[in-house]
């Protein structure tokens, strides 16, 4: 009888050092802290990952640049030491240039657009440009739409942010476009944004307001002008490699967990666009909700029109008329 229970008893244990192994961990890392848009998105694709493969694969999830900001999240992704990030596409230009056209200032309308567009047939078609790079490109997520703030002064025109020194990503298009504002651009990586801030290494910066909110910019930043300059989409990317090795059943759940991460993203930005003026006015910030967009738009028109030599009119008219 004690010979029968001991047999079950190391049936069993191997069993369950069997499923123990058979369990494959995976990291994914953001930028910002857990309490964001960000977070939810990344807890939400953990926990969608674990059901859809009857926890055989776990996802890690790692937040507040634990594992370095954006770009170098992006290229452990490509190298393969790190499987996955949930990242801005910030930095994504110096991986995949085709996403460039992404940041034009005021090429979308509102997140309706934006979100039809890369729901659509001209996101999709951009997430396979990943491929060939390393990554496998899941999803597109989001960030929202970019504001000014600064500790200096009120922003109500484009002459008020000259001789301004911004932080902002590592992104082509970007300082191309801030520099033609008359801003003097400081790209950084997003973790070492809030010291720089605070120790007056610049005077402002510029995110959406969910990223303002979880990261306490107020706490460092007197000033927010509602700008909504440039829409930041999110991504959701994966090593190649990695992806490339599940079975096809495990590569749907990834890729379905990928886009419910991205709808619960959404909703927390949605959220937090509903909420946020009056939260950061609350935490003592003089916030301009009456920015003259039309003379943001004028001064970039020599900027706009080099982005459309580079990119092509025609794709950025095609991006414009997505209704």
Known sequence: MKLSKLLTAMVLGAGLLATASAQTVMK?????????????????????????????????????????????????????????????????????????????????????????????????????????KGFKALAWAENGFRH??????????????????????????????????????????????FTALQQGTVDGQENPLSVIMASKFDQVQKHLSLTGHVYSPCIIVMNKAAFDKLSEADKTAFVESAREAAKANRARVDQDDATGVSELRSRGMTINENVDKAKFVSMLAPINADFEKQFGKANIEAIRNVK
């Open 28 to 132: 994914i890392s953001i930028s910002t802290s857990q309490n964001s848009h960000q977070g939810v998105g990344i807890d939400t694709f953990a926990k969608e990952v674990e059901k859809r493969t009857a926890g055989r694969y776990k996802v890690q999830t790692f937040y507040s640049g634990a594992l370095g900001g954006e770009r170098e999240s992006i290229e452990a992704v490509q190298l393969g030491t790190q499987e996955l990030a949930l990242s801005s596409t910030g930095p994504v230009p110096n991986f995949v240039p085709e996403t460039k056209i992404l940041d034009v200032p005021f090429l979308f309308r509102d997140k309706a657009h934006a979100r039809a567009v890369l729901d659509g047939p001209i996101g999709q078609e951009m997430l396979k440009k990943f491929d060939s």
């Open 148 to 193: 000014m703030t600064n500790s200096k002064r009120e922003v109500k025109g484009p002459e008020d942010l000259k001789g301004l020194k911004m932080r902002t990503m590592e992104n082509p298009v970007h300082i191309a476009a801030y520099k033609g504002l008359g801003i003097i651009t400081t790209p950084m990586a997003f973790p070492e944004v």
